[in-house]
């Protein structure tokens, strides 16, 4: 069982930038593919960004690219997620989630372990 705490969200305005971070336990951190995803207010939860086991492979949703970065440090068991230029359009409860398989945590349904999410707000 792996537990997952995201931090580092809040409020910001458009063109700032925001680190986010999720700390695990409970599991072997290195065997996991880790991704982030994000849920605005009325909308369906959507994936953001992935990252392999390795920290050699990653993608993005396309509305992301070259803003946000993800990153992975195995010895400290951490995920983040460097957002830059942050567009009102960013707002919502961003998740951590461990992959449940070999394969990119791209999906609601790849996912095996969620963290509680943190709010993050842009301001126009």
């Known amino acids: 069982q792996v537990q997952l705490v995201e931090s580092g969200g809040g409020l910001v305005q458009a063109g700032g930038s925001l680190r986010l971070s999720c700390a695990a336990s409970?599991?072997?951190?290195?065997?996991?593919?880790m991704g982030w995803f994000r849920q605005a207010p009325g909308k369906e939860r959507e994936f953001v960004a992935t990252?392999?086991?390795?920290?050699?492979?990653?993608r993005y949703v396309d509305s992301v690219k070259g803003r946000f970065t993800i990153s992975r440090d195995n010895a400290k068991n951490t995920v983040d997620l460097q957002m830059n230029s942050l567009k009102p359009e960013d707002t919502g409860v961003y998740y951590c989630?461990?992959?449940?398989?070999?394969?990119?945590?791209?999906?609601?349904?790849?996912?095996?372990?969620w963290g509680q999410g943190t709010q993050v707000t842009v301001s126009s």
């Open positions: 990252i392999s086991w390795s920290g050699t492979n990653t």
């Open positions: 989630a461990a992959g449940r398989s070999s394969s990119l945590v791209t999906s609601i349904s790849s996912a095996a372990y």
């Open positions: 409970g599991g072997t951190f290195s065997y996991y593919n």
